[in-house]
């Protein structure tokens, strides 16, 4: 029985400290020969979600596009925004880079 309770709260320890990972990219219709250029980034793939589609206190957020957030355990941690040339600076490497300083 110890051996039970003992596995068992080790699988919860593990469980309680693991973190979620979400990356999502948002962008409008008429911006979408600028997507971001990567599907995932290790391990953890890139949704999609249209500027069109969002709420309007979501979207009025949304300084430019396309815009790529990264949230850690449902909170907004990092974000990269397109410039003026309405392209969006990260890369798979500096994203990977950002994720990294992130997991524990």
């Not at 979408?32 to 999609?48: H, L, M, Q, R, S």
Request: some cysteine; charged content about 20%; proline content about 5%.
């Amino acid at each position: 029985m110890k051996k039970l309770i003992l596995i068992a709260g080790l699988l919860f320890g593990l469980n309680a400290t693991a973190q979620q990972f979400d990356l999502v990219q948002i962008n409008a219709d008429w911006n979408a020969k600028n997507d971001i250029n990567f599907t995932e980034v290790d391990g953890i793939p890139v949704k999609y979600a249209r500027l069109e589609d969002q709420p309007p206190h979501f979207a009025a957020t949304i300084k430019s596009v396309p815009t790529l957030i990264l949230y850690v355990d449902g909170r907004l941690t990092y974000s990269w925004q397109a410039g003026i040339d309405l392209k969006c600076p990260a890369t798979r490497e500096n994203v990977a880079a950002i994720i990294k300083k992130f997991k524990k």
